[in-house]
């Protein structure tokens, strides 16, 4: 006789069929919250949030905003917007192509995080919670009821798998806890926006160049923020806002236009970094962005290395100092061995072509190598040119870097008469030494994003992204693996080189010490290989975003003291773990990343199946 046991599939995942939300509160008094705790939001910017000045920004006047509450005013007017949006408001609509409830969840998180940081920031100054006025308690509150309402809105919850119960009360902890973490996920996620629809080319090019408008004003804003506690708000406000920006599909609207419009996007892009000095009361901040230019130009000149051909290059920054090298030594330097005063295009010529020769140099012995073997041996190069130049001093080796002091006194460059080096007037602005430096490395940075661009889509380009992608496919498929890795190679080197011609005028002096695999000042090969995962191997704005962070941030925290590489270096961690792919990604290399999941925020199933389970 033979019995038949029915038992439950628990491996069976479920899916909620009615939406829900995270908080048990209905929907019409929750997207209520949500809207009426936006708007106090913006109310309560105008009003004091402290008693004394001695916090920094000036909190105390009403009718006014000041320091942090500019910030939780724009994130509390973004909370107000999205909210009417998600009522279906005309005309309001229509700044959520996307999806609106989860773009107001992460407006209403963004005047939350921003608002309770300012409240912390104040306590922790001043000494306690009894140094906030009324506005400081409303505002408290308001977010606090924006962000409720928020998290009650329902959506569709993603599939989850029940615990199994001969499991042992550790792995179900982890299991309910992975499934909590599924859950959130998934409350926050939006399905793609669809594709705008075909606006007149004029309407399309003003959304553009509004969209690089408004990235200016943010980089300018950013980078000006005098204090630290302003700084930390502003990373917080434009992470979280540009996620909400980027879930109610305005993102993906502005990338198609830009798509659409892809010489007018890079001519205003270009047009709107060269009015950055313009945005300046003085130097300082010119200076910053100058050598941000430069990390980015050579990042990019990585990216063709890595990105496009997929090489691992961990001695990249060598190429960097043999053009500052070069350069340097032939622009009249008394500290040069050589009695030389080229004029700036000369010069320029001889560090991409130094550049150049050592790339092939460099390559053509060790590019037969792959993966690890030929990062390997990048990074000893190097090491080898830093210690070349150190040693070049005359006691150790020839007489050729000066050893450890370098190549110093470098002069100014004169171009066509125009003297780099002192400050001149254009339309009634005073343009400095700095400035004019950025001017000339954003021309520069052109003609190098102007390289990248039209060899990628060239049949060479496609000959990297198919060595990049399966290096023994493209040689059956007839690609000289070896030439077009080298052509790589050294254009990358030429470019690099390219960018240390100009280091070498704005720094006045080229030492082995500024060419380091890590080290705490950018540009070093660790830096420039982060700023090119950071940013999104394989594109152009990629690695200019991230070299932009990636110097910038750093500078900014510098009161973190010991801490400061840490908090960095978690921060990378964190981001490479959710958002592998980079900030703007490659949309072949999104796709790689992601095409084993299943659904936005869904569980994969066991891969283990227990007795109960089988």
């Not at 048990?24 to 809207?35: E, H, K, L």
Request: glycine share 12%.
């Amino acid at each position: 006789m033979t019995t038949h046991t029915t038992t439950t599939d628990n491996t069976r995942p479920h899916k909620e069929d009615a939406p829900t939300g995270l908080l048990p509160i209905p929907t019409g008094p929750a997207r209520a919250m949500a809207a009426g705790g936006g708007a106090l939001t913006v109310v309560s910017a105008f009003l004091a949030w402290t008693w004394t000045a001695t916090f920094p920004g000036d909190l105390t006047v009403y009718g006014y905003p000041g320091g942090l509450q500019w910030l939780v005013l724009i994130t509390g007017a973004l909370t107000t917007l999205f909210a009417l949006a998600s009522y279906g408001v005309k005309g309001i609509r229509a700044l959520t192509p996307g999806n609106a409830d989860a773009a107001l969840k992460y407006a209403a998180l963004a005047a939350f995080a921003t608002a309770w940081y300012t409240i912390l920031a104040i306590s922790t100054k001043l000494g306690g919670l009894a140094n906030l006025e009324p506005g400081g308690w409303i505002v408290a509150l308001a977010t606090l009821t924006a962000l409720t309402g928020a998290l009650a809105l329902p959506f569709q919850r993603p599939q989850t798998y029940p615990v199994d119960p001969e499991d042992s009360g550790w792995e179900q902890y982890k299991h309910r806890l992975r499934n909590g973490l599924t859950t959130l996920k998934g409350a926050f996620a939006a399905e793609a926006p669809p594709t705008p629809r075909k606006l007149p080319g004029y309407v399309e090019i003003l959304v553009v160049v509004a969209a690089l408008a408004t990235g200016l004003l943010v980089f300018t804003y950013g980078i000006g923020t005098e204090y630290d506690e302003l700084f930390i708000g502003f990373l917080i406000s434009v992470a979280l806002g540009f996620a909400a920006l980027a879930k109610a599909g305005l993102v993906a609207h502005v990338s198609v236009y830009t798509a659409r419009h892809r010489n007018v996007t890079l001519l205003g892009a270009f047009l709107a970094a060269a009015a950055f000095p313009f945005t300046q009361s003085d130097d300082q901040y010119a200076t910053i962005g100058v050598y941000i230019l430069i990390f980015a130009t050579v990042a990019l000149g990585l990216n063709i290395v890595v990105g496009l051909a997929g090489l691992l290059d961990l001695g990249y920054v060598a190429f960097l100092g043999v053009g500052a090298y070069a350069a340097s030594m032939v622009s009249g330097s008394p500290s040069s061995p050589f009695d030389l005063h080229l004029p700036f295009w000369a010069a320029i010529l001889v560090g991409a072509s130094a550049s150049l020769v050592f790339g092939v140099l460099i390559g053509a012995p060790t590019l037969r190598l792959r993966g690890d073997y030929l990062a390997i041996v990048t990074l000893g190069f190097g090491e080898i040119f830093r210690l070349v130049a150190m040693n070049s001093d005359g006691a150790s080796g020839p007489d050729i870097t000066n050893g450890s002091n370098g190549i110093s006194s470098i002069p100014n460059l004169k171009i066509f008469g125009f003297d780099f080096g002192i400050e001149h007037s254009i339309g009634g602005f005073t343009i400095g030494r700095f400035a004019n430096y950025f001017f000339l490395m954003l021309l520069i940075t052109l003609v190098v994003v102007l390289v990248f661009r039209r060899s990628g889509d060239s049949r060479i380009g496609r000959a990297w992204v198919a060595i990049r992608e399966d290096e023994t496919a493209a040689l059956a498929m007839g690609i000289n693996g070896f030439r077009v890795k080298l052509i790589a190679f050294a254009l990358g080197a030429t470019l690099a080189g390219l960018a240390g011609t100009v280091q070498a005028h704005v720094t006045y002096t080229v030492t082995p010490e500024q060419y380091q695999f890590a080290n705490t000042v950018p540009p070093n090969s660790a830096f420039l290989l982060a700023a090119v995962v950071l940013g999104g191997m394989g594109t152009i704005s990629g690695p200019l975003v991230g070299a932009a962070l990636l110097y910038l941030i750093p500078n900014k925290l510098a009161f973190l003291g010991d801490y400061q590489l840490f908090a960095f270096g978690l921060a990378l961690v964190l981001l490479m773990r959710f958002r592998p792919e980079g900030l703007i990604p490659n949309r072949r290399r999104q796709l790689e990343f992601h095409e084993a999941e299943l659904e936005p925020g869904e569980t994969p199933p066991p891969t283990v199946l227990s007795k109960t389970g089988a």
